[in-house]
């Protein structure tokens, strides 16, 4: 069982990136919901997005409402997460997450998370 995150890089203020977080492994990954944290250096991981598996409703922190799009094409066992309008402040490694439940508090903890990606390191110049 893997995830693998991609899509990260170097993007100026303002500017889109589209990570990727693709699941292997899984026999069940469209039962699984997943999630987007991100951490800076010296801070602790924290909620960016997440969707559920049962019915697909998404969740936002909200510093990133109406700026991410977070999605999912079971078909490909994958999760994506559209980033607009980038700010320096979006600067992070940023981890994709899944797990089996879809109770609202536990896609925004990452205790509740079974298993993690890599990582995938965005910088936003100013």
């Known amino acids: 069982v893997q995830l693998q995150a991609s899509g990260g890089g170097l993007v100026q203020t303002g500017g889109s990136l589209r990570l990727a977080c693709a699941a292997s492994?899984?026999?069940?990954?469209?039962?699984?919901?997943g999630g987007w944290f991100r951490q800076a250096p010296g801070k602790e991981r924290e909620f960016v997005a997440g969707?559920?598996?049962?019915?697909?409703?998404?969740y936002y922190a909200d510093s990133v409402k109406d700026r991410f799009i977070i999605s999912r094409d079971n078909a490909k066992n994958t999760v994506y997460l559209q980033m607009n309008s980038l700010k320096p402040e979006d600067t992070a490694v940023y981890f994709c997450?899944?797990?089996?439940?879809?109770?609202?508090?536990?896609?925004?903890?990452?205790?509740?998370?079974?298993?993690w990606g890599q990582g995938t390191q965005v910088t936003v110049s100013s």
């Open positions: 997450g899944a797990q089996r439940d879809s109770v609202v508090y536990r896609i925004r903890d990452p205790i509740y998370y079974n298993y």
């Open positions: 969707i559920t598996w049962s019915d697909g409703i998404t």
């Open positions: 492994g899984f026999l069940t990954f469209s039962q699984h919901s």
